[in-house]
DNA sequence: TCTTGACCCCGGAGTGGCTACAGGGTTTTT
DNA sequence: AAAAACCCTGTAGCCACTCCGGGGTCAAGA
């Protein structure tokens, strides 16, 4: 099996299956004469497995910790639930404050119907007016609140050049 | 009013202050004779109004449209309005494909409890089983559905250095 | 006076999860 | 035989920041 065979087989695209290849997250498979990579049934399901627990939005970082999990069959499966519950809380919490975002876009939205000039325009003014004001939750000083802006920064590490630590 | 208070007032990192000046979202300030950066109070606004776009979840693209649509008051504001809808839509999308997420995960934790060997654990097994079958919209094969990978990329626009154009 | 600390400057590299491309080689189809 | 489709490596780009190194500036305290 080649890597494009592979791609149909999986729905991945090859040079997304040579980034994991790249990353440590699939192994290498050995090679023909001519240097293509050859696949096997192994591939297909590790590959399988991996493009399921990103369509659960889980990182990669969290699908290599599953992997290496499968591979230890007699291991206590804690560390599964542990890590499902935390990916679960994310994406329980990327839903609230996406509700929250709609409910207020929707308002925003409102604020316009028709054409007028842009300096007449409610939704420029309600975004103007909100920005000044003080009732909105962008404007709370400090870090008290449990709000956070929905594009968060991701915590920094060091020096990683192969992504995901090989074993 | 130095970086530092700009930053205090809105809330907003100097680091990200100095990065939006880079990218031509924030206007340059006048420097004083040390070399720091002296902000009025037409930059605060600006500033607090870019915040709170940002806190709407909208790309910064989106909200440079919407500044250049705030100097120009004597345009149409159908182009405010499109903008929004198109954000909105996305916002929409993105709420639906987390919800079903959450709902998955939530059956998906439901199958362990308590503790066993990672080779018997119904969450690994369900993982396993699910990339494998065809039920699953992750296999659907082809880009025939409207089913999209939670982490969707960016088309890509090529050659741009200074990200936004000046004006 | 000296030192400590809080600010400020700049440029460059790193984050995740890919995607795109340049510039070559190989295989398959027409 | 030529064209199309596939494969290889390596590098750079996307977003919206964040962090760091290596320096400069300026106040208050010992
Ligand atoms: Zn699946
Ligand atoms: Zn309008
Ligand atoms: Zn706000
Ligand atoms: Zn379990």
Redesign the interface.
């Known amino acids: 099996m080649r890597i494009g065979a592979l791609g149909?087989a999986t729905?991945v695209d090859p040079e997304t299956i040579r980034y994991y290849e790249r990353i440590g997250l699939l192994p290498a498979p050995v090679r023909r004469a001519n240097g293509y990579r050859a696949y096997g049934p192994a591939h297909l399901?590790r590959l399988?497995?991996i493009?399921?627990?990103?369509?659960?939005?889980m990182p990669l970082a969290d699908v290599q910790r599953?992997l290496r999990?499968?591979d230890?069959?007699?291991?206590?499966?804690?560390d599964?639930?542990r890590l499902?519950?935390t990916?679960?809380a994310h994406?329980?919490g990327?839903?609230q404050s996406?509700?929250t975002?709609?409910r207020?876009?929707?308002q925003?939205?409102g604020r316009?119907h028709g054409?007028?000039?842009?300096?007449?325009?409610g939704?420029?003014h309600e975004?103007?007016a909100?920005?000044?004001g003080e009732s909105?939750?962008?404007?709370?000083?400090g870090r008290a609140s449990d709000w956070a802006?929905?594009?968060a920064p991701h915590p920094r590490i060091h020096k990683i050049k192969r992504v995901l630590s090989p074993e």
Chains 1, 2 share one sequence.
Do not use: N, S
């Open positions: 149909q729905g399901e399988a497995f493009r399921h627990c990103r369509a659960l939005d599953l999990l499968l230890h069959p007699l291991d206590d499966c804690q599964v639930d499902i519950d990916h679960l994406v329980q990327k839903l996406l509700q975002l709609a207020q876009l929707e925003l939205r316009c054409q007028h000039a842009t300096a007449e325009c939704i420029l975004l103007v909100a920005a000044q909105c939750v962008c404007h709370v000083d802006m929905p594009t």
